[in-house]
């Protein structure tokens, strides 16, 4: 599967996005924010997981989750609005478990994201969407 990084600017970029089902960290806009299509129902396998990474950028961190979680994603580039975040994993995991980590992730580092189907979208938080 073909991994896709973007750096698009925010200015003029139309997002089709309503802002009243905005929430904290992601939403979706063909299911719900809190399972989206790339998490099955029954998959409670764990997988053995180990990630470090200090004060890494999105771009460092973002496509790891997207192989393990197996979506693609675009990163927009107001980058000077991100924050650097260190990252510690060392376990068992499930997809679900993961997905809730990645989440995390985003929320410290002053991101949030828009799911459809299996395409992450990432940007700023304080990003203004028309």
Do not use: H, Q
Not at 26 to 35: E, G, I, Q, R
Not at 63 to 86: C, G, H, Q, R
Not at 94 to 119: G, I, N, P, Q, Y
Request: aromatic share 10%.
């Amino acid at each position: 599967m073909k991994r896709i990084i973007a750096l698009i600017p925010l200015s003029g970029l139309a997002l089709c996005i309503s802002l009243g089902l905005m929430t904290a960290g992601c939403l979706s806009s063909s299911s719900s924010a809190s399972k989206p299509e790339f998490l099955s129902e029954n998959d409670n396998k764990k997988r053995e997981i180990e990630l470090n990474i200090d004060k890494g950028s999105l771009f460092d961190i973002v496509p790891v989750f997207a192989e393990w979680l197996d979506f693609d994603y675009i990163i927009f580039s107001d980058t000077a609005n991100y924050k650097p975040v260190t990252v510690i994993l060392k376990g068992e995991y499930t997809k679900r478990e993961l997905w809730d980590r990645f989440l995390k992730v985003l929320e410290a580092s002053k991101a949030k994201c828009t799911v459809e189907k299996r395409k992450v979208r990432i940007y700023p938080v304080n990003a203004e969407l028309p």
